[in-house]
């Protein structure tokens, strides 16, 4: 798990979410207000933002993909683990919902983000494991 979160504010724009995403070699952004983690952004989401956008009068508003404010494209179901799950809940959390990254909020039934893990994350576990002769 990760603890040092790079995350963006509701209003942040799609054009700047995206450069953050590309400047920190990043799929992944949980939206956040303060430590309240309110929706997520991924590389795919970024893509065609417009498709996202479930209120057409929005999509007048911002003619220029780059400007829509990433609250009108980010996903608020939420699919959260605690700081204490074990790794294979993880891994069986990604696979099974067929995502690569999960928030990983304080306490059951928290918003409070506290770190996220992501498929890579699982990934170095496993080598390390391998490296250390465990596997």
Excluded: C, W
């Amino acid at each position: 798990m990760k603890t040092d979160i790079i995350s963006v504010s509701e209003d942040e724009t799609v054009g700047r979410a995206k450069l953050l995403m590309e400047i920190k070699s990043i799929r992944f952004l949980p939206v956040t207000k303060g430590m309240r983690v309110l929706g997520i952004l991924t590389a795919r989401n970024l893509k065609n933002p417009r498709i996202e956008i479930q209120n057409p009068k929005v999509k007048h508003l911002y003619p220029n993909d780059d400007d829509i404010p990433v609250k009108y494209i980010m996903r608020t179901e939420l699919i959260t683990m605690l700081p204490n799950d074990h790794i294979a809940t993880a891994a069986r959390t990604l696979t099974t919902n067929k995502i690569s990254s999960l928030p990983i909020v304080e306490r059951k039934g928290s918003d409070i983000i506290v770190g996220v893990i992501t498929t890579t994350d699982l990934l170095l576990a496993l080598l390390e494991l391998i490296d250390r002769g465990n596997i």
